[in-house]
């Protein structure tokens, strides 16, 4: 059964971006930890290998398992090896949110930091910066394209976690940011 995952909608260059928390977009495969078991967006099993999953926190997950920018193709047999690649070393599980957590997001996104400050490397919270105003937000944009990123996620702060299309979660990429 697939997760109850947050989705993003195409930011609207009407809204203001002031005060928003940005990331990167990450091109990888999206999985989610249940608490016990790795998941992909369609609720399919996704077969790690065991050192992979081991000392993950009882506390559900959401991220992306990426190998880089420009490697999307590359991530997704990986992650289709059923845990078999020793490629898997080349993939990091990179976590933005905590769903189960009961918080707008700046306690979720502590609270993943708290869950993986002392988990394995390979684990990791994803860096969300404050966006101080609208050419703040384009000038990220250009710098994460201009590095071969596919472009930024925006969230509204104080938001909730919610399942489906979500208006506190927003993607940016140079076609919307114009």
Not at 57 to 80: H, K, M, S, W, Y
Request: charged fraction near 25%.
């Amino acid at each position: 059964m697939a997760p109850g995952l947050m989705l993003a909608r195409s930011w609207e260059r009407r809204l203001d971006p002031a005060g928003w928390w940005f990331s990167e977009k990450l091109d990888g495969v999206r999985g989610y930890w249940t608490g016990k078991s790795l998941v992909s967006r369609g609720g399919h099993t996704v077969w790690a290998p065991d050192w992979f999953v081991a000392g993950l926190p009882d506390t559900p997950l959401d991220g992306e398992l990426f190998a880089g920018r420009g490697n999307f193709r590359q991530t997704t047999g990986i992650v289709r090896s059923q845990g078999k690649s020793r490629d898997w070393l080349k993939v990091s599980f990179v976590v933005f949110d905590a769903p189960t957590v009961d918080a707008g997001f700046e306690g979720r996104i502590d609270a993943v930091r708290a869950l993986l400050s002392s988990g394995p490397s390979h684990v990791i919270a994803h860096t969300h910066e404050v966006c101080a105003d609208r050419d703040h937000l384009t000038g990220e944009l250009a710098r994460v394209e201009a590095l071969g990123g596919e472009g930024l996620m925006i969230r509204k702060p104080g938001s909730r976690y919610e399942a489906g299309r979500s208006r506190a979660l927003l993607k940016v990429k140079t076609a919307t940011a114009l």
